[in-house]
């Protein structure tokens, strides 16, 4: 096992500044980094395992295009049992590497008729309905503010180069606000009809703890949604893990050439 400093010393040949976190079945970003270095997150103090099917626990750091980057393949849940703090541990260390930007996908259900299963969103906002939050307990100052100010947490100037080059991929990539919730089981109809009034263009279990924290330390956040479903009561079918896993797999064909372009293009240093 190894500690921070070690991490640090491990990654110094290489530098990372942009870290990826990939979601459920969205892992095919770490096939396109060239000259990988594979750690295990058992590797890491800190770092805890994953217990979900599609996530797999592991860093992959190396190149795209010119750029280096730190994936991280498999991600914590709250459902999972796993304690905000340790979203916050974990954004902490890869600040203390030298990350200065993340950018995160997720798999997300649907609230929005435009919004099709196997297309992609990028989160422009979200609303914390987890209950929990990575920042409860003492502030650490070094790494940033007591009450981190919100307003810009999907950094504005990475949406606009987002933006710009989806229009240049020729891939449809619209903006909308995600909800998360704790999970794990899925919404139910009165909740899916409930949040669409609150605002929400998608839900999920994930991203938000990372966000806030990412925030925290100030770090910029990008953030991408694979719709992977509608929400209940908005299809006819039940929800299953395996479904959301089908929608992921069609959406991350574009997912993958829009995240692998956007390092190429704005995360050269
Ligand atoms: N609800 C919550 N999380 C999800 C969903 C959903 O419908 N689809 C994928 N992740």
Redesign the pocket.
Known sequence: MINREQFKQLLAGRKPQTAIILG?GLGAVAEAVKSPLTISYQAIEGFPRTTVAGHCGQMIVGKIGNSEVLCLQGRFHLYEGHTPQTMTEVINTLKAVGIKRLIIT?????LNPDFTPGSLMLINDHINFSGQNPLVGANDDNIGPRFPDMSNAYDRNMRRQAKELAAKLGLNLPEGVYLM?L?PN??TAAE?RAFRILGADA???STVPEVIAAVHAGIKVLAVSAI?????GLQKTP?SHED?ML??AQAADNLTTFITNYVKEFCHE
């Open positions: 459920s997720n798999a997300a259900g649907s919730v999970g899925f919404e899916i839900v999920g279990m992977t479903n509608f929400g209940t929800l959301t929608g992921a």
